[in-house]
Nanobody
Framework: EQLVESGGGSVQAGGSLRLSCAAA??????MAWFRQAPGKEREKVAR???????DYADFVKDRFTISRGNADKTVYLQMNSLKPEDTAIYYC????????????WGQGTQVTVSS
């Protein structure tokens, strides 16, 4: 299966970006976003279950929102009030429902936040 992320870029602190994760031939049931900053391990960001239940890392609560497109072929990550520490490569993943355990990954999209 193939997941393709888009929407990354450079933005100043306080700005917003919306990341997209699309699959051509896969219905996006249980999905998650992760990120990896230089020199750090990949970490959880947001998760969307097939039931619509969401789960967020504490450091993005009230700033980021994960959602699903109408055709269930796209998942979004709306990122507001961005901070320099949000700078990372962001990856979407199809995960096993009810967990953060990934089944397969996208290739990642770079997000850079300048102060």
């Amino acid at each position: 299966e193939q997941l393709v992320e888009s929407g990354g870029g450079s933005v100043q602190a306080g700005g917003s970006l919306r990341l997209s994760c699309a699959a051509a031939a896969y219905t996006l049931n249980c999905m998650a976003w992760f990120r990896q900053a230089p020199g750090k391990e990949r970490e959880k960001v947001a998760r969307l279950d097939i039931t619509g239940i969401t789960d967020y890392a504490d450091f993005v609560k009230d700033r980021f929102t994960i959602s699903r497109g109408n055709a269930d072929k796209t998942v979004y990550l709306q990122m507001n009030s961005l901070k320099p520490e949000d700078t990372a490569i962001y990856y979407c993943a199809a995960v096993f429902c009810g967990s953060w355990r990934p089944m397969f990954w996208g290739q990642g999209t770079q997000v850079t936040v300048s102060s």
